[in-house]
């Protein structure tokens, strides 16, 4: 599958804005202030944004193709120039701006030498989802970066991770499967999405965000072709890899309670707070599929520094030695955690997913525990493909 096959998830309203977002971060990242302008109706002067650095100040309109060709390029600058041309009036530059998915540098090359002949005192941009920016106007020359060369099997938008198991790829994940799960076990939302713009607005994360992972999936196949909402395919694969991907050697600190004559109330209070949760073995039992017994209960934490413990005032390190009443952990990804926590008689507990992935990485009979949670409620969603996803 090539790069320009990738974005046919996005629709021209989703390319034109990851492209206004892209073009915005470039002039952002290299000092400009950047002023986006709400668009009014159809055919208005309003210009998708106003750039300004020092006394240069630019227009900007930008158009956005679904294939980086010079034959769809051209026309489109030309569009764009027009548009630019009629929202700066006689007082400021414009500057045209044309996008694409993927755009090979001749390409970008041939839309600026039209560009200089048949306008020559407009600037002109052409920029890509990979990374390729070609500027030609006054103070524009320091934004160019082409020597873009990425294996088509790795493309990916600007800025975007390799890694499949980010924190906030974890949560689509989530949200992904969350529909093949009871509320009770998993708290996400729950519909089908046509596209990146669609997980994002239900995930709450931008459509670059978005975007990212859709690509990325797509590039493994572990999306399914030809359907029209993204479902996820070679589930068994793609679960074992997450599972793969989750640290065994976790921040954690073994904790008492000053007050031990009413632990679990302790316990409450602290879960109270908003920045913890109830994690592996003692989310399970919270969750009615606990297996392993007398453990001390782990609770995740939003964050495991001094300042954070000392705002928990009935809770103390425990000495070398002594028994502690809970253990904290750093939540190792703090969106996806606290995002797909559910509530079981007030009490914040992580997800079923979570709890999967975290008794899985244990060496303290999380194998017999993940086993368990997978036959009693994850195999369907394991097995989505031949389930029917």
């Given at each position: 599958m090539s790069a320009n096959e990738l974005p046919k998830r996005l629709d021209s309203v989703e390319r034109r804005r990851l492209a206004e977002q892209i073009l915005s971060d470039v002039f952002a990242k290299a000092g400009w202030q950047v002023r986006r302008e709400p668009k009014g109706r159809a055919g208005s002067s309003i210009p998708d944004m106003i750039v300004r650095r020092g006394g240069v100040l630019y227009v900007v309109e930008?158009?956005?193709?679904?294939?980086?060709?010079?034959?769809?390029?051209?026309?489109?600058?030309?569009?764009?120039?027009?548009?630019?041309?009629?929202?700066?009036?006689?007082?400021?530059?414009?500057?045209?701006?044309?996008?694409?998915?993927?755009?090979?540098?001749?390409?970008?090359?041939?839309?600026?030498?039209?560009?200089?002949?048949?306008?020559?005192?407009a600037a002109a941009g052409v920029i890509d989802f990979?990374?390729?920016?070609?500027?030609?106007?006054?103070?524009?020359?320091?934004?160019?970066?082409?020597?873009?060369?990425?294996?088509?099997?790795?493309?990916?938008?600007?800025?975007?991770?390799?890694?499949?198991?980010?924190?906030?790829?974890?949560?689509?994940?989530?949200?992904?499967?969350?529909?093949?799960?009871?509320?009770?076990?998993?708290?996400?939302?729950?519909?089908?999405?046509?596209?990146?713009?669609?997980?994002?607005?239900?995930?709450?994360?931008?459509?670059?965000?978005?975007?990212?992972?859709?690509?990325?999936?797509?590039?493994?196949?572990?999306?399914?072709?030809?359907e029209p909402y993204l479902r996820l395919v070679r589930r068994e694969e793609l679960f074992q890899r997450w599972l793969s991907s989750v640290s065994q050697r976790m921040r954690e600190v073994p904790m008492r309670f000053l007050l031990r004559a009413s632990p679990s109330g302790e316990l409450q209070r602290m879960l109270d707070s908003g920045r913890a949760c109830l994690a592996l073995f003692a989310a399970a039992d919270a969750l009615g599929l606990g297996f392993v017994h007398g453990v001390r209960p782990h609770v995740y934490v939003r964050s495991l520094h001094r300042a954070s413990l000392e705002a928990w005032k009935s809770i103390v390190p425990a000495a070398n030695?002594?028994?502690?009443?809970?253990?904290?952990?750093?939540?190792?990804?703090?969106?996806?955690?606290?995002?797909?926590?559910?509530?079981?008689?007030?009490?914040?507990?992580?997800?079923?997913?979570?709890?999967?992935?975290?008794?899985?990485?244990?060496?303290?009979?999380?194998?017999?525990?993940?086993?368990?949670?997978?036959?009693?409620?994850?195999?369907?969603?394991?097995?989505?493909?031949?389930?029917?996803?």
């Open positions: 930008v158009k956005a193709a679904a294939e980086g060709r010079s034959d769809r390029l051209v026309p489109l600058w030309s569009l764009a120039y027009l548009q630019a041309l009629r929202a700066a009036g006689d007082k400021n530059p414009p500057l045209a701006v044309v996008a694409a998915p993927r755009i090979a540098r001749r390409v970008a090359e041939q839309v600026l030498r039209f560009a200089g002949e048949y306008a020559p005192d990979e990374g390729l920016r070609l500027f030609r106007g006054p103070q524009l020359d320091d934004l160019n970066f082409a020597d873009v060369q990425v294996s088509p099997q790795f493309q990916s938008v600007p800025g975007a991770s390799s890694n499949l198991f980010s924190d906030l790829n974890q949560w689509m994940l989530k949200v992904l499967v969350a529909p093949e799960l009871p509320e009770r076990l998993l708290s996400a939302p729950r519909g089908r999405y046509r596209n990146a713009s669609q997980l994002a607005r239900a995930a709450g994360v931008s459509v670059m965000s978005a975007f990212r992972l859709v690509q990325l999936l797509q590039q493994e196949r572990y999306l399914a072709e030809s030695g002594e028994r502690p009443d809970l253990i904290l952990r750093q939540a190792p990804a703090l969106q996806s955690v606290f995002r797909g926590l559910v509530r079981v008689d007030g009490k914040p507990v992580c997800d079923i997913l979570q709890v999967w992935l975290d008794v899985s990485a244990s060496p303290s009979r999380g194998r017999e525990q993940a086993d368990l949670i997978r036959r009693r409620v994850l195999n369907r969603v394991l097995l989505g493909e031949q389930a029917g996803g």
